[in-house]
């Protein structure tokens, strides 16, 4: 093959036996933007270097290699020849991509003049991929296949990242892919992903113009474009995408940047290192690049991680016009204090440069740890208590009880937050942990409603704090009371009569305690007035059945205000908590009519002296059959001889047990009654007995007599 090659082998873009017919002349223009340049191969191996830098040429590509079978033999006078007149110069390879793979290819090339250097003098190797220049031949025996080398696209994509992959891993850099637009497309399938690589396009317009046309879809922009392969310069005419400083840039060191700072940060949870700074690719300023950091923890670990620098650093583009874009200002989470060295490289497709390092001493790094152990319920009699069991350390201070704060989110929803000190004892923890013992905790939280609950809880440190869990726990009701509604009764006394209802209530979870009873009445005119009672009459037939102590008997005395049908219904109240409700002990209903008239007896009438005073006295009793049990009043109404009507007020309050045994009742209800007199002639005494119930039907006649004075 490297016979048949020839001693120039295959040339640049229109100079290849391929596409010869297609040469048009260029002309002698170059485009009005950028540094001029050139590529030279064999067949211009006479090149008058200082002619082409005094016509402006300011670099230029050297053919080295082909294959894996060629080297130029000008490749040595060449290189030196631009170097030796000012330019910066580099080598470029010609790939036959179906003779062997990408990797053999890139140690051939770097092998015969294809290595790099940061010199500022060296520019990155090529890679010129392009129609095959050999397309339908048959050489020795071996078919070259045709323009596209007889590979599929993904054969051809997968041979040129093989080449760029081992050029990067010799040279430090990716190399500049040399190509046209049209093969590229047809014979690759126009692939994604190449952006990391510069690109050199080939494109020949038929006059003077500044456009290169189309480009490949991995790239926004070039680097390198050829423009003519007939003049202004020897070779094929190419111009640098940028001025000279940048072009200097592409051939030495291939970024910059600054690490400007070192600190640390937190949040609630977590301390971060945070790196600020900037870093940009001097071959594509226009392209945020990675900038690589590497942090040597305390316990001399080394962990890399790279970020983006495409934060905004306006101060950056203003002071070297590499546009805003290329700040970085990440934050790298550690979890143990000591001492921190960090180190920042920037990095491009070309090479990398180290930005130095910093060193930290971070302290309180290590966050909070703790335990949620348990979640359960105590039950008492007055009480049902959510109990929350645990333990926190605050790593930061460890030697001060810290707090755990505890969120409970009750069966309606609503949350409620409290923090617990964690300072109880806990032994255990001190050994495992080696911080002390006096780091548990141990909460109760008192409930009102039975239902989910659920508890989430966070050891709380000086800087951060760190969630311990969540745990789910359902509280049940307590029963309701007990009772019973025994009766009503209608309760007389002398100008009052109440309703009394009687039972008895307890809550089985408290039973020790009275609790209360409701009393509902509903009035004969439709009022419905409530009243509340204590169970607390002792009712020891009740204690005997259920087992139970305390006072549970109930007698509730109710206002009433007019005759008519009562409707009383009570209702057992509990005292413990969470209990599932109150107790309806049911309705009933009384009738509150009128009363009887008193009783009584007028038994004599006479005339009686006391210390020379004639007095008319009455005797007899009476008493109101409501309230037997109280004197009632008596009153006397005497008609005098001379026709005119006076009534006396009296109490029958004298002791008459004839009456008592003969009613059954109890009480003084005799009355012995004088009113003084002076008129002669004839007198009629009548007396009556007064009712004192509320409800009475009225008054009554005891009875009348007359008399002789």
Known sequence: MRAAAGPGGAQMGQRSPRVQGAVTAQGSWTPTFGIQGLDVSYYQAGVDWQQQWNMGARFAYVKASEGNYYTSPSYSSQYQGSRAVGMIRGAYHFAIPNWSSGADQANYFVQNGGGWSSDGATLPPVLDIEFNPYAGQTINGVYMGNTCYDMSPAQLTSWVQNFGNTMRSLTGRLPMIYTNTSWWKQCTGDPAGFGDYPLWVASYPGGPSNDAGILPSSWANYSMWQYSSTGPFSGDSDVWNGDYASLQRFAGNPARGSFDSLSLVRDTTSAYLRVTGWSVDLSRPWVSTPVNISVTDPGNVTTGYSFL??????????????????????????????????CATAVSVNGTVDLGCKSFQANGVEPPIGSFDMLGQVRAPDDVSLRLTGWAIDRANPQTASFA????????GQTTGYRITANTSRPDVGSATGYGSNHGFDKSISLSKAGTYHVCTYAIG???????????????????????YDSI?????????????????????????????????????????????TANQSRPDLNNAFGITGNHGFSASLPTKGTGTYTAC?????????????????????????????????????VASVSGQANIRATGWTYDPAVP??????????????????????AANVSRADVNNAFGITGNHGYSTLVPVTQRGRYTVCTYGIGIAQYSSGNALAGCQSLNY
């Open 405 to 412: 704060d505890a969120y409970v989110t009750d069966p309606s």
């Open 629 to 650: 049990g109280s004197s009632n009043p008596v009153h006397v109404y005497i008609t005098y001889p001379d026709g005119s009507r006076q009534g006396y007020a009296f």
């Open 489 to 533: 009764r209608i309760s007389q006394a002398p100008g009052a009569a109440n309703l009394v209802a009687t039972g008895w209530a307890f809550d089985p979870t408290n039973t020790a305690a009275s609790i209360p009873v409701h009393v509902y009445v509903q009035a004969p005119d439709g009022s419905n007035v409530g009243t509340a009672f």
């Open 570 to 606: 009570a209702y057992a109240i509990p005292v413990a908590p969470l209990a599932s409700g109150n107790t309806a002990l049911g309705c009933m209903s009384i009738q509150v009519s009128n009363t009887p008239v008193p009783a009584g007896y007028l038994d004599s009438v006479g």
């Open 309 to 342: 620098a495409n934060a905004y650093r306006p101060d950056v583009d203003q002071a070297f016009g590499y546009g805003p874009a290329h700040g970085f200002d990440n934050n790298i989470q550690i979890t143990a204090s000591g001492t921190y060295k960090v």
């Open 462 to 484: 000086q800087y951060y704090n760190t969630a311990l869990g969540c745990k789910d726990i359902t509280v049940g009701s307590n029963p309701p009371p007990k009772g019973y």
